[in-house]
Structure formats: C-alpha cells, structure tokens
C-alpha cells in the first residue's frame, strides 16, 4: 500500500515520519504512540518494506539538495549548506534541475535511490505531481524558496511578501507614488507573495496601483528585457517614476533594456533590483536592492534536516513548520528623491 504510511498519520493526526519512527522501532516515540501506530497499521494491512526498513536504519551521512539553478543566490544557499553539513560530518549531493519540474522528478527519485538520509528541495513545479513519492517516504525533507501549497512539510523561505513591502516603503520615503513591479511566475509562491507585498504596500501608504505597470514573466534573461521594454514604450499612457525587479535574472536584463533605449537611473526612473550585492561593482551607478541571506537560509535547512534525521518526535504542526527569514535592502545609487 503506497500511500499507508499517510493514511495512518491521518487518522491519527500524527506526522509521517513519526509514523514512519514508530512501526521501525527507532527514534524518540512515546509507547502510547507506537502502541496507537501498530494498531492503526494493523487495520490497514500495513507492513513495512523489510529489505529497504534495514537500508533506510544505516545512515550515510550523505543529503541531497535540489537547486532550480546553482548560480545568482542560490549559490550562497549552497555555500552555506555545505559549510553547515561539513561542520557535522555530512556531505552532499548537488542537483541542477535547470527550472524543469521533469528533472527535479526525476533527481527526487535518484536521491532516494541513493539512499540520502535526507532531501533540501527548491521545487519548481506547481502541481507537484511526485508527492506519492514524497508522502510514501520516510526520507526528511525540507523546502526552501518555492512553498508547496496543500503539503504537510516544514519549509525554510524568505519573508517574500516583506521583501516588495521594504522596496516599495523605500521609494514612497523618496516620494514616488507611480510605481512599477516585474516579479516572475506567480504560479509558485516565491513570486506571487512578492507581488502581494507589493500590492500590500500600496495599499498601506494609500497609493494607486496601475494594472498595467505589473508585469510578470519566467525567471529568464528575456523575460525581464521584454518586461522592461513594454514599460519603456507605454510610459507615455501609464507613467512611472520608479520600478522594482523582483529576480536577479530579471534584474540584470532589464537594466540591459534600459541601456538599450538611451535611459539611465535614477535620472529617468528610480530603479530597486533583487539579490544585487554586487561585490565586483560591475554596475555603475550602483544598485538599491532588496537582498536574500542565502548562508543563512542553507544553515537554517541544515539544522532543521539534521533535526528530523535524528528522529527528534515532531507534532504535526511542527512538521508543517514555517521558519520564515527576513530580507534587507542595501542602497544604492540607482534610486533618489522624485523630481518636482
């Protein structure tokens, strides 16, 4: 029965990996519980699988992380993901799924088959069409960046709906109130809370929201040019004074575009990009952008993993956690006081 182990947590409002802890006899279970599991499993028929019950007892100290791309702030997740791993002996297998749900299924099943104590996933499918995979498992897993919605997991993301909310307080400090947003695919969570907290902080500082200056499209280089460009060419209809890029990728292309149509920042419009710290200085003026703690966020999933690998007994709620951390902005020269 593939789906038992979701059927006995269910029932008895417990977490599957508790559940998973109880029928294997190892971990921290009170004996009321497993007591309250093996009667439940014994209704459903339920036994576990014998052959991969003794692989999954011997650890490896090995998990596996799924990234949608390694480089812009993804790559700092991964920095501090493995300083955190190698600080407690363990280490990790990388994946690209290069933004395609098709290879992060597939990658999904290559680390259980791999025999991973554990997974740290940034989905990028938005039907999430594996969770028999993830719910049948006693494999721990952590989200982090994209949310699964309607999925009992304890995820690791940034506080998206704070991140437009922070650009948006910083331009209407400035005196903008003709703001224009780029964010990515609202389909996954990551972008549709960032276009809420931009909405969100429009409201708050009473200020009209324009249809037409949201613009949302793929995470790709293209997506943000072509955005930018249809801002440029309706300026005339719908006027702006400022915009904000909710991406990296998107950042960078859309400065290309402006460059490319003869106007520059902040003389024209003020302008907020996302995760352009920018070490290098290869952007000048430089850039105000609102910034992810991508060490942090990796430290945080590891922790967190680590806990669950270590069959600490989690309620359902704490299964279902959320550990939400907070963006900052860094200021630039790419923004300034509206003219009057």
């Not at 789906?3 to 109880?22: C, F, M, Q, W």
């Not at 599991?37 to 007892?57: C, F």
């Not at 909310?165 to 331009?171: G, Y």
Request: proline share 3%.
């Amino acid at each position: 029965m593939a789906n038992g182990l979701k059927e006995i947590a269910d029932e008895l409002n417990l977490s599957i990996s508790t559940v998973s802890r109880a029928l294997n006899n190892t971990g921290r279970v009170s004996a009321e519980t497993r007591r309250l599991v093996m009667d439940t499993a014994k209704k459903y028929n339920y036994s576990p699988n014998r052959i991969a019950q003794s692989l999954r007892q011997k650890k490896t100290n090995i998990v596996g992380l799924i990234v949608p791309d390694i480089g812009d702030y993804f790559s700092e997740v991964i920095k501090g993901t493995e300083s955190e791993l190698s600080a407690h002996n363990y280490s990790m297998i990388l994946a690209d799924s290069h933004e395609d749900p098709l290879k992060e299924a597939n990658y999904i099943k290559l680390m259980y088959q791999s025999q991973v104590d554990g997974l740290m996933l940034a989905t990028v499918s938005d039907t999430f069409a594996w969770t028999d995979v993830y719910e049948s498992s006693d494999i721990p897993v952590i989200f982090f960046d994209n949310e699964p919605a309607d999925l009992v997991c304890s995820k690791v993301v940034l506080n998206n709906i704070k991140a437009t909310e922070i650009a948006v307080d910083h331009l209407v400090k400035l005196g903008h109130k003709k703001i224009a947003l780029i964010c990515g695919n609202t389909k996954e969570s990551t972008a549709k809370y960032r276009r809420d907290g931009f909405m969100e902080a429009m409201k708050k500082h009473n200020l009209e929201v324009d249809q037409n200056l949201i613009k949302e499209g793929l995470y790709y280089l293209d997506a943000g040019y072509s955005s930018m460009e249809e801002l440029i060419l309706s300026r005339e209809d719908h006027p702006f004074t400022a915009v904000i890029v909710s991406t990296y990728r998107m950042s960078c292309s859309a400065i290309h575009a402006i460059k490319d149509y003869g106007l520059s920042y902040p003389e024209d419009f003020s302008f907020i990009g996302f995760d352009m710290e920018d070490r290098d200085r290869l952007f000048s003026p430089s850039i105000t952008s609102v910034l992810q703690p991508g060490k942090l966020i990796g430290k945080l999933m590891v922790h967190k993993l680590l806990q669950s690998i270590d069959n600490v007994e989690l309620s359902p709620e704490e299964e279902d956690s959320v550990s939400f951390v907070n963006p900052v902005i860094k200021l630039g020269q790419s923004t300034a006081a509206i003219k009057k």
